[in-house]
C-alpha cells in the first residue's frame, strides 16, 4: 500500500484534474462538445503534466533532500527509484502519442493538426529543457510558461482554429505558470536554492532568507503583481473589447475571484518571516481560486453546466485524492 501511495504522489495524482482540464478549455473555445473527445484530451493534458514533474523531481532529488519536508517525496525518500522514474517518463511520451493518433483517427491531419503537433513536441522539449537545466539559467521560467501554454493551444488545434477566447486564455496560461513558477517558486525555494547554485529570477534580484526572515525586495513584488494584474486585465478583456456576451453575476464572481487571487498574492509576496507551511497555504489557496476564473469567463459562452463542472470537478477530485495518499488539503507537497 505504501508504494502505490508513492506513486500516487510521484504522479500528482490529487492535482492532475486541474492540471488536466486546459486541454479540454483550448477545445471548448473552438465548439467541442463530445465527451469522447474531453476523455482523450484530459489523459493527454495529465500525461503532459506527469511528464514534467517527474522529470522536475529527478532533477531535483539532490535539491529537495535539503529540505525536510520534502524528504517525503518518493525519489528523494528512495521509495522509487530514479531509473523507474525515468522509464515512466518514457512511456509517457509514448503514450501521449498514442493517444493522440486515437484522438485524430479518421480524420484528415490538416494544417491545424500539423500545427497542434508541432505545439506538443515543442512543449516536450521546452519542458524537458527547463526541468534539466532551467535550476541554472536565470529566467528559465519563461520556457516552462511557453511549454504549458503551447499544450493549453494543441487542445484547440486539434480541431480547428483558434479564436480570440483561445488566444486569451492561452497568455492566461502563461501569466499563470511564470508566476507559479518564478514567483511562487521563487520565494518557496528562497531558503535553499543558493546552497546548490541555482541561479533565478527571485535570487537575481535579492530575494533572500535570513535565519527565520525573509526579504523580498520592491522590483520582485512588481514582478509579481504586474503578473497578476495582467492577468485580470485579460479575464475582463473578452468583454470589454470583443462583444463577447456577459452577466452581472458573471462579472461579479469574476471580480470576487480576481480579488481572492490579488489577496492572496499580496500575502505571499509581503511575507516577513519564512514559513513554508504558509506559503505553501498560500500558493494553493491561489491556484485554486484562479483554476476557477476561466471557467467563469466562459459562462456566458458555454453556459452554467459545463462552468460549473470545470470548477467543481478539480476541487472535488482534489479533495477526494489528496487525503488518500497523506496530503494536505491546500498545503500540497512542492
Known amino acids: 500500500m505504501n508504494k502505490v501511495a508513492a506513486y500516487a504522489r510521484l504522479l500528482r495524482i490529487p492535482g492532475l484534474a ?10 471548448i473555445t473552438v465548439g467541442v462538445k463530445d465527451i469522447y473527445s474531453f476523455s482523450l ?25 535539503l529540505i525536510p519536508e520534502l524528504h517525503g517525496k518518493p525519489l528523494v ?23 493522440i493518433f486515437n484522438l485524430w483517427k479518421g480524420k484528415t491531419l490538416d494544417e491545424y493538426k500539423f500545427m497542434a503537433l508541432i505545439c506538443i513536441i515543442l512543449a ?21 510558461a511557453i511549454s504549458m501554454s503551447f499544450v493549453f493551444l494543441f487542445g484547440a488545434l486539434s480541431f480547428g482554429a483558434p479564436g480570440i477566447l483561445t488566444w486569451i ?11 507559479m513558477n518564478a514567483v511562487e517558486g521563487g520565494i518557496k525555494d528562497a531558503d535553499h536554492d543558493y546552497k546548490m547554485g541555482v541561479s533565478n529570477i527571485a535570487l537575481n ?23 497578476r494584474l495582467f492577468s485580470i486585465f485579460l479575464l475582463f478583456s473578452p468583454f470589454l473589447f470583443f462583444n463577447i456576451s ?40 491561489q491556484s485554486f481560486l484562479r483554476y476557477s476564473l476561466v471557467p467563469i469567463m ?20 482534489y479533495i477526494i485524492f489528496a487525503p488518500l495518499i497523506g496530503e494536505k488539503l491546500f498545503k500540497p507537497r512542492m
Open 18 to 27: 486541474a492540471l488536466a482540464t486546459p486541454t479540454i478549455i483550448a477545445a
Open 41 to 65: 484530451l484530459f489523459i493527454i493534458g495529465a500525461f503532459a503534466a506527469i511528464y514534467g514533474f517527474i522529470l522536475n523531481d529527478y532533477s531535483d532529488v539532490e535539491l529537495d533532500k
Open 77 to 99: 525518500s528512495g521509495d522509487i527509484s530514479k531509473k523507474n522514474a525515468l522509464t515512466i517518463c518514457i512511456f509517457l511520451i509514448l503514450l501521449t502519442f498514442l493517444f
Open 124 to 144: 516536450g522539449i521546452l519542458g524537458s529543457f527547463y526541468n534539466i537545466y532551467g535550476k541554472k539559467i536565470a529566467g528559465s521560467d519563461f520556457f516552462v
Open 169 to 179: 486564455i492561452f497568455i492566461l496560461t502563461f501569466n499563470q505558470t511564470l508566476h
Open 205 to 227: 534580484v535579492g530575494v533572500k532568507v535570513k535565519g527565520e526572515n525573509i526579504f523580498i525586495p520592491n522590483s520582485f513584488k512588481i514582478f509579481g503583481m504586474g503578473i
Open 246 to 285: 456577459y452577466s452581472i453575476l458573471q462579472l461579479a464572481l469574476l471580480a470576487l475571484g480576481s480579488f481572492g487571487v490579488l489577496f492572496f498574492s499580496l500575502r505571499l509576496l509581503t511575507l516577513k518571516k519564512f514559513d513554508r507551511s504558509i506559503i505553501r497555504k498560500y500558493i494553493g489557496i
Open 298 to 317: 466562459l459562462l456566458s459562452t458555454v453556459g452554467e453546466t459545463i462552468t460549473i463542472i470545470l470548477i467543481v470537478f478539480p476541487i472535488g477530485w
